[in-house]
């Protein structure tokens, strides 16, 4: 029977949904915690939260009794209307980060990045007249799939079948001051960038390079945005992984976690970009719903709260200790570990898709970063046991 349902299910997406994605051969069913469970009753440790969405892991009380209860009361009216909720969840957004006082919300990560590029382009013609509009992003950057955010993710295979997609990209080298400087010019708008890079590897920006890149910002009367979408909310420690640097940006993208588990993104603007943008100049019909930003809210309020920060880096630095150990002892098969708090990356030596394989079929999921990156994002509830649990597996699988 559950051998029957999963072949259906499996079947089902391999004839009817578009195959832009790989899956494994396994159908899941339900989450508890930290775990997932198969059809077929197998359960998984997992270090992907689906994509760094599920900060709070599966099941969380509050967040079910909070999708009922605003569900049973409205779950959408549009934009034409106030609801208290989006109001609530922009209120905490603004006050946990001094340097923005204004909110957008969209519906996903590359909802809002193609609105922060809106935004920095509206400002720079306000400002300075036309001709102000090139954007300048990085190596090794992922911002989304539309045809804006496509045209600064670095990687070609996800920008090149797709041409022309927005003019006015161009690329510098990430941590490295000069290339950008060389990249910057009267003409740019805005220099996007993440604190610490997802889909390019888990490369850290260096403190120094975020001061650079607001002077140089500075110096050319551009915008400097964080793509927190992936680094945000808490995954490394700080509820913003820009916190540490002292950097304050102009713009920020959140969306992933936000809440918990529902489609939401969020622009954070600050009040000198916002004076900008006027009534109907931007928009989305879902954007900021009730049911979204009710549980955005609840999460954010978890999140943001001390005591889980603190979790979140007593656990990240026993991680750490556990993955040095664990290369030390693997020292010719994991060659680098990159990133920061929960958001950790292993460099192989060979493809981190045969180790992703290779820990999925010993019980741990484990997500990739372009060819040679195991990326390791667990929900940020772990506790000790469960990076005992991984390291052993991956230990095996790595072997
Ligand atoms: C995932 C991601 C996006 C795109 O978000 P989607 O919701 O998939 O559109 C943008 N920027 C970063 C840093 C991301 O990790």
């Keep these: 029977m559950a051998a029957e349902s999963r072949a259906d299910a499996v079947q089902a997406d391999r004839d009817y949904i578009l195959q832009t994605y790989l899956k494994p051969d396994f159908v899941i069913e339900r989450g508890e915690g930290v775990y997932l469970f198969d059809t077929e009753g197998r359960r998984y440790l997992d270090y992907v939260s689906g994509i760094a969405v599920n ?66 382009r509206r400002y720079a013609r306000d400002r300075f007249g036309e001709g102000k509009t090139a954007i300048v992003a990085f190596d090794g950057s992922f911002h989304g799939r539309t045809m804006g955010a496509v045209a600064i993710t670095a990687r070609e295979k996800y920008r090149e079948p797709f041409m022309p997609v927005m003019p006015g990209a161009r690329f510098a080298r990430y941590n490295d001051v000069a290339s950008l400087e060389a990249a910057m010019g009267d003409d740019v708008c805005a220099v996007i960038l993440e604190p610490v890079q997802g889909e390019g590897g888990l490369m850290v920006a260096d403190p120094a390079f975020l001061r650079a890149a607001r002077e140089l910002c500075d110096r050319h009367g551009a915008l400097l945005i964080f793509d927190e979408i992936q680094c945000g909310m808490g995954r490394t420690g700080t509820l913003w992984a820009h916190e540490p640097s002292g950097v304050r940006a102009d713009l920020m993208t959140v969306a992933k976690p936000l809440a918990g588990g529902l489609p939401i993104g969020a622009v954070l603007l600050s009040q000198a970009v916002a004076d900008t943008i006027h009534v109907g100049d931007h928009g989305t019909t879902f954007g900021g719903n009730p049911l979204a930003t009710a549980v955005g809210d609840a999460v954010l309020r978890r999140v943001s709260d001390p005591a889980f920060l603190a979790h979140v880096r007593e656990v990240s630095s026993y991680l750490d200790e556990s993955l040095q150990d664990l290369a030390a002892d693997l020292s010719g098969t994991i060659i680098e570990l990159r990133g920061r708090g929960l958001m950790r990356g292993l460099r192989l030596a060979s493809p981190a898709a045969v180790a992703r394989e290779a820990a999925q079929r010993r019980g741990l999921l484990v997500a990739t970063a372009g060819d040679d990156v195991v990326r390791l994002l667990p929900p940020l509830i772990i506790e000790p046991r469960h990076v005992d649990e991984a390291v052993a597996v991956l230990r095996q699988a790595l072997k």
């Excluded at 609801?83 to 957008?104: C, I, K, Q």
Aim: aromatic content about 10%; charged content about 20%.
């Design 55 to 120: 900060a709070l892991g599966y099941g969380d009380p509050e967040v079910t009794r909070t999708i009922a209860e605003q569900a049973a009361k409205l779950i959408h009216v549009s934009n034409l209307y106030h609801t208290a909720p989006a109001g609530d969840l922009a209120r905490r957004l603004v006050e946990s980060s001094p340097a923005f006082d204004r909110v957008f919300f969209g519906n996903s990560g590359t909802e809002v990045v193609e609105g922060a590029l809106k935004f920095a």
